[in-house]
Nanobody, 115 residues
Framework: QVQLVESGGGLVQAGESLRLSCAAS????????MAWHRQAPGKDRVYVAA???????NVDDSVKGRFTVSGDISKNTMYLQIDSLKPEDSAVYYC?????????WGQGTQVIVST
């Protein structure tokens, strides 16, 4: 089973930036895809971005241009750079990893954007 830990969330003002980090363990786990989802209060969890082997990345159209996903799948690490934060970006951000055809998820890191 893969364990994931997210970090980097916090309280920020609109217009600022944050960089979220995700680390999966054990390091020996063979992961081929990692993804970010987020869940705002009272709303469903939604897809944000993903990275796969070969450093292929994808960012949801709703946040493209402000969100950048990066990382090194071979090192089981992933980042999410969020620029020009908006109050509607406030959510718990979850990191997931696909390992042995099964998704595992972390506990999430909370981002709160104030006006």
């Amino acid at each position: 089973q893969v364990q994931l830990v997210e970090s980097g969330g916090g309280l920020v003002q609109a217009g600022e930036s944050l960089r979220l980090s995700c680390a999966a363990s054990p390091s020996s786990a063979s992961i081929n895809t990692m993804a970010w989802h987020r869940q705002a209060p009272g709303k469903d969890r939604v897809y944000v971005a993903a990275i796969t082997t070969g450093a292929l990345t994808n960012v949801d159209d709703s946040v493209k241009g402000r969100f950048t996903v990066s990382g090194d799948i071979s090192k089981n690490t992933m980042y999410l750079q969020i620029d020009s934060l908006k109050p509607e970006d406030s959510a718990v951000y979850y990191c997931g990893a696909l390992h042995n055809d099964r998704w595992s998820w972390g506990q999430g890191t909370q981002v709160i954007v104030s006006t």
